[in-house]
């Protein structure tokens, strides 16, 4: 297995008394999948992201990479953030080429190249001389998306990336990381508290609930690539999951059809 997260558990240290993050976690990821991370505030969604990355090693238990235990970040992977980290004085393209300043071993040319050409699938060839600041939150966050991109990792970390941007913006970012996740065939971790999100998104949806932060369910997402939001199927899944919060009775979720 790609990822293997073998009874991972995460406490942290608050005011002497011992706080459990995460408990026991034990989830397998293949080489490109979508998966979501989905809970409520608090459940330990971005302690195990940051886990996974090697910000932030677990407590107790083990997680390995193509065979290989985190114990730091790594070159291979990369990590987007929800407020997409561009540094404001560097134009846009400046900024998706930071990916590659340590790359030495890559020609300057060649490096600004590749920053044009990942600049380009985000839609944003003609902002390269552009500030971040002159840019909306959509665009800042597909400036994210190319830099993470532009580093050709294998995996991608997503913590909440598009939590603050409006609903259309929003749905219409997550075609585009779908589509890039599908086209590259990259790895996807993404971490989300919306429902609706982590069904359009996932091949598989990770349902962790808090008090401790455990895992609770795995979900496979059974909708094919094309996904209607509106669909039957598409309300079934959420249904399941609400379930799983045990709050389907009070959002009495009709079927759409
Ligand atoms: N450095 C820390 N020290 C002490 N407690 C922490 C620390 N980091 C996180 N926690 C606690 O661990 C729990 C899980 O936090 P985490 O940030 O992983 O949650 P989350 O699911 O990402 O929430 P959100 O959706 O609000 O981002 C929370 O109760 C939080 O208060
Ligand atoms: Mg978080």
New binding site residues.
Partial sequence: MYIKISNVS?T???KGRE?T??SEVNLEIAKGEFICLL????????????AIAGFDPPTRGEILIDGVKVVKPSRRNVTIFQNYGLLPWRNVLRNVELALESRRDIPAAERRARAQRYLDLVGLRDFADRAPHQLSGGMQQRVAIARALCAEPEIIFM??PLGALDALTRMKLQDDIRELQRSQNKTVIF?T?DIEEAVYLADRVVV?T?NP?KVSRILPVELGPGRDRASQDFFRMKEKILEVFNLREKYNIEYAI
């Fill in positions: 995460k942290y240290l608050d706080f993050a995460l809970g409520p505030s608090g459940c330990g969604k971005s302690t195990l992201l940051n913590d909440e971490v508290h962790m808090p932060g």
